[in-house]
T-cell receptor
C-alpha cells in the first residue's frame, strides 16, 4: 500500500451510467490530483486540488466532475462517458501543489466504458 | 508548451545487458526531474529525482540518471538489468511555481532470460 487508496480497482460501465471513483490518502498531504493513463499516451493531468480548492482543470470534458470535500478525499464523478474514456485513472497526492516532490500514486481504477 | 519526450516506446533486453532510456524536456529554466517505474499491475513508484547539485543521481534498485543541462536530457541507466526490471518507465519534469508534474509517454522495458 502506498498510502493513497483508490476504489474501485476495476469498473465497467455503460455509456448512460453514472458512477464515481474514490481516492483517499492519509499522508497528511494537501494536494491531490487526477491523472488519466491511456495506452501509448503520456499520463494526462486532469484536475489538481490544493487545500480543497481546484487549481487546475486541464480542459477536461464536463462528463468528468471532480469533488474534493476535504484534503484527504477526492472523487471523480462520471456520467455519459464514451468508449474512448476507457483508461486507467490514477490519483496522486503531494504535500502541496507548489512543490512536485513527494508525489504518491494510488494503484488506479481500470475503467472500461461499454 | 512544456513537454517531456521519451523516444523509446518499447525496449527489449536480455538479462545482464546494460540499459539506457532516453528522456528530454523542453523547459528553459529551473527544472526538477523524476523517473517513475510502474511494474505490471502495480502503482507508479519513484525511482529517483534530481533537484540540484550532483547531476548524477542514484536511485533505488541500482538505477541512476544523469542530468545534462546542455542537452536538456535526463537519461536513466542501469549497468546490468534483471528480469524483475520488466516494467514501464516514466520520465517527468516540474518547473518551479504552481505547476504539476508533466510526464512523458513512458518506455516499456521487457527483460528476457
Amino acid at each position: 500500500e502506498t498510502g493513497v487508496t483508490q476504489t474501485p480497482r476495476h469498473l465497467v460501465m455503460g455509456m448512460t451510467n453514472k458512477k464515481s471513483l474514490k481516492c483517499e490518502q492519509h499522508l497528511g498531504h494537501n494536494a491531490m490530483y487526477w491523472y488519466k493513463q491511456s495506452a501509448k499516451k503520456p499520463l494526462e493531468l486532469m484536475f489538481v486540488y490544493n487545500f480543497k480548492e481546484q487549481t487546475e482543470n486541464n480542459s477536461v470534458p464536463s462528463r468528468f466532475s471532480p469533488e474534493c470535500p476535504n484534503s484527504s478525499h477526492l472523487f471523480l464523478h462520471l456520467h455519459t462517458l464514451q468508449p474512448e474514456d476507457s483508461a486507467l485513472y490514477l490519483c496522486a497526492s503531494s504535500p502541496t501543489s507548489i512543490r512536485a516532490d513527494g508525489y504518491t500514486f494510488g494503484s488506479g481504477t481500470r475503467l472500461t466504458v461499454v | 508548451a512544456q513537454s517531456v519526450s521519451q523516444h523509446n516506446h518499447h525496449v527489449i533486453l536480455s538479462e545482464a545487458a546494460s540499459l539506457e532510456l532516453g528522456c528530454n524536456y523542453s523547459y528553459g529554466g529551473t527544472v526538477n526531474l523524476f523517473w517513475y517505474v510502474q511494474y505490471p499491475g502495480q502503482h507508479l513508484q519513484l525511482l529517483l529525482k534530481y533537484f540540484s547539485g550532483d547531476p548524477l543521481v542514484k536511485g533505488i534498485k541500482g538505477f541512476e540518471a544523469e542530468f545534462i543541462k546542455s542537452k536538456f536530457s535526463f537519461n536513466l541507466r542501469k549497468p546490468s538489468v534483471q528480469w524483475s526490471d520488466t516494467a514501464e518507465y516514466f520520465c517527468a519534469a516540474y518547473t518551479s511555481g504552481n505547476t504539476p508534474l508533466v510526464f512523458g509517454k513512458g518506455t516499456r522495458l521487457s527483460v528476457i532470460a
